[in-house]
């Protein structure tokens, strides 16, 4: 589970084995629940469900990017993989597009992942993952991704440059 900044509204981000990335937007209802269940505080708002990804690939962690970078989430999956995706328009939730593209770490598993908070700071993730290495079939489809692995440890540092 992931929050994005409170910029971006309440929104959390959810993920798991299923292979699905879901949003959950906080929303002001005018109706009042009659019924609650025993400890829920009845506050004038629902949570709205969105399903961005369905993955064929177990996702094994999300980060939202800091909010200088635009509402923008990391997934890291089980193949390897890293994807990005951010909102198709501004302020809604309904509709995402992975328009960053992906990076693949070529190693069997990525495990999980953090972006870089600096804002004056190039835009970075770093990336953990299993020490099993792929070859390599496919160039990074992220433009102007940059691999900067660290010596004798399982992270991979990659640059991004957000102009695509």
């Known amino acids: 589970m992931a929050w994005a900044d409170p910029e971006f509204g309440s929104l959390v981000a959810s993920c798991g084995n299923d292979q699905k990335v879901c949003f959950y937007k906080e929303k002001s209802t005018s109706e009042k629940h009659s019924v609650k269940q025993k400890g829920q505080i009845e506050t004038g708002k629902i949570w709205e469900k969105e399903m961005i990804a369905q993955l064929n690939d177990p996702i094994k962690d999300i980060k939202f990017a800091p909010k200088f970078f635009g509402l923008v989430i990391a997934v890291a999956l089980q193949s390897g993989k890293v994807k990005f995706y951010k909102p198709t328009s501004e302020g809604d939730i309904k509709m995402w597009s992975d328009f960053y593209g992906e990076i693949n770490t070529f190693t069997a598993s990525c495990n999980c992942l953090a972006w870089n908070p600096a804002f004056d700071e190039d835009v970075m993730v770093i990336v953990g993952c299993s020490g099993l290495k792929r070859e390599k079939q496919?160039?990074?489809?992220?433009?102007?991704?940059?691999?900067?692995?660290?010596?004798?440890?399982?992270?991979?540092?990659?640059?991004?440059?957000?102009?695509?």
């Open 138 to 164: 496919v160039e990074n489809k992220f433009v102007g991704a940059e691999e900067k692995p660290i010596e004798d440890s399982l992270l991979q540092l990659y640059r991004l440059d957000g102009n695509k």
